[in-house]
Each structure stands twice: as structure tokens, then as C-alpha cells.
């Protein structure tokens, strides 16, 4: 039998629609119903488990990065751990050893400074603190290799964080069903998986499997809104069908 674990993203839990203020966070508690229903209680988070692989046994630990309470829409995209889990994390930690492979939505790094506005879009905000507990966890012991895989921008991306003795390898991974647009910016509409593993020497990797095309090759098609706009809103558009 195959099971599988999920983390929850923004458009999960925290979307706002333009002009749709949620400032009761009545909506959110929707969302956060509809995604327990399906998909386990987020009180639960972090959640733990552990793999047994062909190199030994391997500590997963999945984190919800959308514990910002976004009450409108330019807030929707914004992650947050919040002490309470990132303390949680620490104290498993301190109980296990080898290899810990950590699942969250949100970016878990950036520059020293934000050098763009979107970056507080992408990161978790205190993913500095996870970084640190992370890089304890590293320097304890060679064997103790730590990967982070994120979503969030749908851009493939991979690097390093951390002290250059105790390097935590970072993975950004596109959208499963949307594609990546790491290339150009635009998503390329390829389905996409990621299987992660352990070379011979201890250290992770990552490997992309593409299973198709969301749709058909050829011309692009423009969606159709629910409610098309009326003659005074197209009259302002810039753009024509």
C-alpha cells in the first residue's frame, strides 16, 4: 500500500481574492476545514516520520510554512513557521541522527538583505531561525545531511546554505501541474515529479521525472472569465480578445 503526506500551500489556506478582505479570518477557517477534511489536522505540523532507505533510515519531517493569518490579498503569498513548530523541530532533533530530508511551501532562504520587494513573497520570515536549528543539526555529525525541498514560485532552483563546514542543500521545485518557469518566466505546462535519494557518499540529490504536457502542443489559449466584464469595464481594457 502506498501512502503519501502533504504540506499545505498559500492558495490552500491563505488566498484572498482582489477586493475580498477577510479581516474575521472566516474564510481562512473555511479553507483550513476543507484542507484538513483531506489531508490530516495542521495542528499536527511538524510532521515526522521515518524512511528506510537502501543507505539507512532517513528522518522526514514536514513543516507548514502558512502560518501567516493573511486577511487580504497582498499578504496571501507570505510564510511563516511560528515558534511553537519551529520549537517542535528542534526538540526531534535533539532525538535522531543521519540523514533528515524537510518538505515546506515557502522559500527557506534569501539574501542578507531583500534586494527586491517580491522577496517577501517567496520566504517563509522566519526562515532564518529554521536555517540555524537546521545548521546545529549539520554540524553535529558528517552523516547528519540535511535536504530542504520547497514550491511556492514554480521555478526549479538548487543551492546551498549555512556554514561552508555544514552545508544544507536547498531545492526549489517547479509546480507539479503547471510547470516551471525558471527558463523564461512563463510556465512550460510540463508535469513534473521529484524523487530524492542519497549518493554512495551520504549526500542528497534530487532527480526531475516529466510524465507529459498539461495540454496539447500549439497556440496558447487565453482563459475565459466566469463573468465577462461589461461594455464601460472593456472600453478600459488594453487588452482586445
Same mark, same amino acid.
Request: glycine content about 8%.
Given at each position: 500500500?502506498c501512502?503519501?503526506?502533504?504540506?499545505?500551500?498559500n492558495?490552500?489556506?491563505?488566498?484572498?481574492?482582489?477586493?475580498?478582505?477577510?479581516?474575521?479570518?472566516a474564510?481562512?477557517?473555511?479553507?483550513?476545514?476543507?484542507?484538513?477534511?483531506?489531508?490530516?489536522?495542521l495542528?499536527?505540523?511538524?510532521?515526522?516520520?521515518?524512511?528506510?532507505?537502501?543507505?539507512?533510515?532517513?528522518?522526514?519531517?514536514?513543516?507548514?510554512?502558512?502560518?501567516?493569518?493573511?486577511?487580504?490579498?497582498?499578504?496571501?503569498?507570505?510564510?511563516?513557521?511560528?515558534?511553537?513548530?519551529?520549537?517542535?523541530?528542534?526538540?526531534?532533533?535533539?532525538?535522531? @541522527?543521519?540523514?533528515?530530508?524537510?518538505?515546506?511551501?515557502?522559500?527557506?532562504?534569501?539574501?542578507?538583505?531583500?534586494?527586491?520587494?517580491?522577496?517577501?513573497?517567496?520566504?517563509?520570515?522566519?526562515?532564518?531561525?529554521?536555517a540555524?536549528?537546521?545548521?546545529?543539526?549539520?554540524?553535529?555529525?558528517?552523516?547528519?545531511?540535511?535536504?530542504?525541498?520547497?514550491?511556492?514560485?514554480?521555478?526549479?532552483?538548487?543551492?546551498?546554505?549555512?556554514?561552508?563546514?555544514?552545508?544544507?542543500?536547498?531545492?526549489?521545485?517547479?509546480?507539479?501541474?503547471?510547470?516551471?518557469?525558471?527558463?523564461?518566466?512563463?510556465?512550460?505546462?510540463?508535469?513534473?515529479? @521529484?524523487?530524492a535519494?542519497?549518493?554512495?557518499?551520504?549526500?542528497?540529490?534530487v532527480?526531475?521525472?516529466?510524465?507529459? @504536457?498539461?495540454?496539447?502542443?500549439?497556440?496558447?489559449?487565453?482563459?475565459?472569465?466566469?463573468?465577462?466584464?461589461?461594455?464601460?469595464?472593456? @472600453?478600459?481594457?488594453?487588452?482586445?480578445?
Amino acid at each position: 500500500m502506498c501512502s503519501s503526506d502533504l504540506v499545505p500551500g498559500n492558495h490552500d489556506i491563505c488566498f484572498n481574492r482582489p477586493f475580498d478582505a477577510d479581516y474575521t479570518l472566516a474564510r481562512r477557517a473555511a479553507r483550513e476545514n476543507a484542507y484538513q477534511a483531506h489531508a490530516g489536522r495542521l495542528a499536527e505540523f511538524p510532521v515526522v516520520d521515518t524512511l528506510i532507505t537502501g543507505a539507512g533510515a532517513v528522518t522526514l519531517v514536514l513543516l507548514d510554512s502558512c502560518r501567516h493569518r493573511s486577511t487580504h490579498i497582498l499578504s496571501n503569498a507570505v510564510g511563516r513557521f511560528d515558534d511553537d513548530q519551529l520549537d517542535e523541530l528542534e526538540r526531534i532533533l535533539d532525538m535522531v @541522527a543521519g540523514p533528515v530530508l524537510c518538505i515546506s511551501h515557502h522559500h527557506v532562504w534569501r539574501d542578507a538583505q531583500f534586494l527586491q520587494p517580491d522577496a517577501w513573497y517567496n520566504i517563509a520570515v522566519d526562515s532564518d531561525r529554521l536555517a540555524a536549528i537546521l545548521g546545529d543539526y549539520r554540524q553535529r555529525a558528517p552523516a547528519n545531511q540535511v535536504l530542504v525541498c520547497h514550491g511556492h514560485r514554480h521555478a526549479l532552483s538548487a543551492g546551498v546554505i549555512g556554514e561552508r563546514d555544514a552545508e544544507i542543500s536547498v531545492i526549489g521545485l517547479p509546480s507539479t501541474t503547471l510547470g516551471d518557469k525558471s527558463i523564461d518566466g512563463m510556465l512550460d505546462g510540463v508535469l513534473r515529479y @521529484a524523487v530524492a535519494g542519497l549518493r554512495s557518499d551520504g549526500s542528497w540529490a534530487v532527480a526531475l521525472q516529466s510524465v507529459g @504536457a498539461l495540454s496539447p502542443a500549439g497556440e496558447p489559449q487565453r482563459a475565459k472569465p466566469a463573468t465577462p466584464p461589461n461594455a464601460a469595464l472593456r @472600453a478600459l481594457a488594453v487588452i482586445d480578445d
